[in-house]
């Protein structure tokens, strides 16, 4: 496996898989357990939103999901304002965070108030989209051969930047950005030339990318572990 890009909230990496597993971990991701609030109960709100809109907001809000969460954790929090301005996210108090506390759920004027309690508890992204902990697309890895009397302009037309001419021959930069275009080739056949051959490989560039919840490793391995659990159930009852 090949790291190309690592953030906290994001991975791209190369790996040799098949294309129907990495799918399958693509698809458990909405098997992951993930802390979300679920009910809300608005004592005042003084602000221009409507109850429903308020508490739709703070639905969205994504919260800190500790890895030893199970399927029936839940969590208070409460959310006291009597100041004039934007109400945050990192206002609410209780014992679980949300990831994003600069995100605005309301706005006051002077004099105005806003008090509720939500109740926040672990669900899967099949039940709803909350629920989610994030993404995880792929695409082929593709190996790109180059003949010797291939045209200058492909580098020109190539929208990821991937060709380059050096010492009078085009050659590669990164072929990890490959998405088989085949504009390169276009410009090939025109000539009437055959200098461009893109086949794909046997790996796939994998990106993984967290909604703050979870971080991605353990994104991927609750969706494994997911994945596995139900793979086991089918042997059993084979």
Request: aromatic share 6%; proline share 3%.
């Amino acid at each position: 496996m090949k790291t190309i890009k690592k953030t906290d909230e994001k991975v791209i990496f190369q790996a040799e898989v098949e294309e129907g597993l990495a799918n399958a971990i693509r698809r458990y991701l909405s098997q992951v357990l993930v802390m979300a609030v679920d009910e809300v109960e608005i004592a005042k709100n003084d602000s221009a939103l409507y109850d429903e809109t308020v508490a739709h907001r703070i639905g969205l809000l994504p919260i800190k999901t500790s890895k030893a969460a199970g399927e029936k954790t839940t969590a208070d929090i409460k959310l006291i304002v009597k100041k004039e301005g934007l109400v945050y996210a990192k206002e609410f108090d209780g014992k679980v965070n949300v990831v994003y506390g600069d995100a605005p759920i309301t706005f006051l004027e002077k004099g105005q108030e806003i008090e509720l309690v939500a109740k926040a508890r672990t669900g899967k992204g099949d039940e709803h989209s909350k629920f989610s902990p994030g993404l995880m697309f792929y695409r082929n890895v593709f190996d790109i051969k180059i003949g010797g009397d291939c045209p200058k302009e492909v580098v020109e037309v190539c929208p990821k930047n991937i060709l380059k001419s050096k010492d009078g021959k085009i050659v590669t930069v990164d072929t990890s950005k490959c998405d088989m275009c085949e504009a390169c080739m276009e410009v090939c056949e025109k000539q009437g030339k055959d200098s461009i051959k893109i086949t794909p490989t046997k790996e796939l560039t994998i990106t993984v990318e967290s909604f703050g919840q979870l971080s991605t490793e353990d994104m991927i391995s609750k969706s494994v572990d997911a994945l596995r659990k139900d793979l086991a159930d089918v042997s059993k009852g084979m």
